[in-house]
């Protein structure tokens, strides 16, 4: 993907997954979870947890995580990034709570949900990350190509 697609990609409202490094046993792979973030094009990754889960935990120890979000219809296409946490912020700002679930929810969904969850105002923290590395793909010219050689056959 060219710098500004996966900018934009990176920017649309998808589930993203999480992965961070899990050092409590040798043998143990990375803690991988599906998260909502916020993304602005050329800024920080925004993610929320709450502040004592092992996510939380795992993200204050390892002070960095990576990110991959895709979509899934063909041709299939992701991003995927990996940085420092450039910020923490404990507690977490209620507009930033807000943002976040307008940005995954329909307006009335949002306020239902923000209800429902506001004592999550006092627990949850949010971690802010700067892409440091991206990689990225686009299967729609291998998907083309492939369509061309089959209506050759």
């Known amino acids: 993907m060219s710098h500004d697609d996966r900018e934009q990609f990176?920017?649309?409202p998808r589930v993203g997954v999480l992965s961070v490094i899990d050092p409590r046993a040798g043998d143990r792979a990375p803690l991988v979870v599906p998260v909502w973030y916020d993304y602005e094009p050329h800024g920080e990754i925004v993610v929320e947890t709450g502040r004592n889960t092992l996510k939380a935990?795992?993200?204050?120890?390892a002070g960095?995580?990576?990110?991959c979000v895709q979509d899934e219809r063909p041709p299939y296409r992701y991003v995927s990034v990996e940085g420092p946490i450039t910020g923490t912020d404990d507690p977490i700002d209620p507009a930033v709570r807000a943002a976040?679930?307008?940005r995954y929810?329909?307006?009335e969904e949002a306020r239902a949900y923000l209800a429902?969850?506001?004592d999550q105002l006092a627990h949850d923290v949010t971690f802010r990350m700067r892409p440091q590395r991206w990689r990225t793909a686009d299967f729609a010219a291998f998907a083309t190509g492939f369509a061309a050689a089959g209506a050759t056959d």
């Open 116 to 118: 429902a969850t506001a």
């Open 10 to 12: 990176l920017a649309a």
């Open 100 to 102: 976040m679930a307008a």
């Open 57 to 61: 935990e795992l993200l204050r120890a």
């Open 105 to 107: 929810l329909d307006p």
């Open 64 to 67: 960095r995580f990576s990110l």
